[in-house]
C-alpha cells in the first residue's frame, strides 16, 4: 500500500472523531448569528477546533476581533512545539512541510508521530493523513450550517468520547512497550488535571503546553530502559 | 458580516505561522539530547489531551466519560485495532446515557 494510502487510512478515525464536534461547530455558530458560509469558511481557513468554538462564543458576546485574535494565537502556540517534534521526522523539503504544517492539529500530530519505530514521516503519508482530518472537519462543520434547522442540538451529546478513546487507543501499545513512556504520559495527564484545578483561568492550549514541557523534560531526565527490557534493537524488528 | 471574514483571515495567519515556522528549521541538526526530549512530547500530548478532557466528554457526569474511557483502556490493551476501541467507548458511552445511570 502507497504511503498516501496509509496516511488516508490512519486519518479515518480521526475524521469521524471530528465529524460530530464539527456538526456541532456548525449548529453553534449558525445560532450565534453567523451564516454557513462564514462557519464553514473558518473551519477551511483556520482548521483548529477548540480555537473556533471559543472565536464563535466570544464573537457572540461582541468581544474585538483583536481579542478573537490574540485568544487563537495563544490556543495555537502548542502547536510550535508541536511542529518541531514533527519537522525532525518529516522527510521532505521546507517548502512542501511548511504547506503540509497547515494540517498540524493535536490530533494528527500524535496519530503521525506515536510510532515509534515509525521514525521517518513521509510527506505522502502526513498529506494523506491530514486531508482526511480536514476532509471530516469541513464536512461536518457544512452540514452542522446548512442543515441547522433539521439536526437536534444535543445529538452529539457524549460522542466527543471518540477522540479520547482514539487517544488511549494510540497511547496505549507504546505505554506497554516502554515504562518511560507511561511515566511521562500519566505524569503529563495528571499535571493537567492539578493545572486545571488550580488555575482554572489558564486557557486549554497554556495547559498542554506547560504539561508537555514538565512531563517529557522530567521523562528526559529519568534513567534510560534497561536493555534486556527491551531486547529488540535493530531497526525492523 | 462580511467583515468577519476579517476575522477568519486574522484567525488563519496566527494558526498557521505556530504550525509552519518550525517547518523553516526543519534542517538545522539538532544536539541528541534535543532530539530525544523531542521524541517523548507525543506521549505527554496524548496524556494532558486525554486527562482530564475525558472527565468533560458527557455534561451530565464525569464517570460516563471515565468509564467509557476505561473500556478503551481494556479494549486497547488486549487488542490493536483502534476503530473497535473507539466503537466499544461510543457503545459504552451510549448505555450510560440511555440507563442515565
Known amino acids: 500500500m502507497n504511503q498516501f494510502k496509509i496516511g488516508v487510512k490512519s486519518g479515518i478515525p480521526i475524521a469521524l472523531g471530528y465529524l460530530p464536534i464539527a456538526i456541532t461547530f456548525g449548529i453553534l455558530s449558525v445560532q450565534a448569528g453567523l451564516t454557513p458560509a462564514l462557519a464553514t469558511g473558518m473551519s477551511i481557513w483556520v482548521f483548529a477546533g477548540a480555537s473556533q468554538f471559543i472565536a464563535v462564543n466570544l464573537l457572540q458576546s461582541h468581544v474585538p476581533f483583536i481579542e478573537i485574535i490574540l485568544t487563537t494565537f495563544i490556543l495555537n502556540l502548542r502547536h510550535l512545539l508541536m511542529s518541531t517534534a514533527l519537522s525532525r521526522r518529516l522527510t521532505s523539503n521546507t517548502l512542501i512541510s511548511s504547506l503540509l504544517a497547515f494540517g498540524i492539529t493535536d490530533e494528527t500530530f500524535v496519530v503521525a508521530t506515536v510510532d515509534e519505530e515509525q521514525q521517518q514521516i513521509k510527506a505522502s503519508y502526513f498529506f494523506g493523513l491530514a486531508l482526511t482530518s480536514y476532509s471530516g472537519w469541513v464536512l461536518g462543520t457544512f452540514l452542522g450550517s446548512y442543515f441547522s434547522t433539521v439536526i437536534p442540538a444535543n445529538f452529539a451529546v457524549g460522542m466527543s468520547v471518540a477522540l479520547y478513546a482514539m487517544f488511549i487507543g494510540l497511547l496505549i501499545p507504546s505505554m506497554k512497550k516502554s515504562w518511560q513512556i507511561s511515566f511521562i504520559a500519566i505524569l503529563s495527564g495528571i499535571f493537567s488535571w492539578v493545572l486545571s484545578l488550580l488555575l482554572p483561568q489558564l486557557s486549554s492550549g497554556w495547559t498542554i503546553i506547560i504539561a508537555t514541557l514538565v512531563a517529557t523534560t522530567v521523562g528526559f531526565l529519568l534513567p534510560e530502559q534497561k536493555e534486556e527490557t527491551n531486547p529488540c534493537t535493530t531497526p525492523g524488528c | ?101
Open chain 2, 1 to 101: 458580516m462580511h467583515n468577519t471574514w476579517l476575522l477568519i483571515f486574522g484567525m488563519f495567519i496566527v494558526t498557521f505561522i505556530p504550525r509552519m515556522l518550525p517547518m523553516l528549521i526543519k534542517n538545522i541538526r539538532f544536539p541528541n539530547g534535543l532530539n530525544k526530549w523531542l521524541s517523548y512530547i507525543p506521549y505527554a500530548v496524548l496524556g494532558a489531551l486525554i486527562f482530564p478532557g475525558i472527565m468533560g466528554a458527557h455534561p451530565e457526569s464525569a464517570s460516563y466519560g471515565i468509564i467509557a474511557g476505561i473500556v478503551a483502556i481494556l479494549l486497547a490493551w488486549f487488542q490493536k485495532q483502534l476503530l473497535l476501541v473507539v466503537a466499544g467507548s461510543l457503545v459504552t458511552m451510549f448505555i450510560l446515557q440511555t440507563l442515565s445511570i
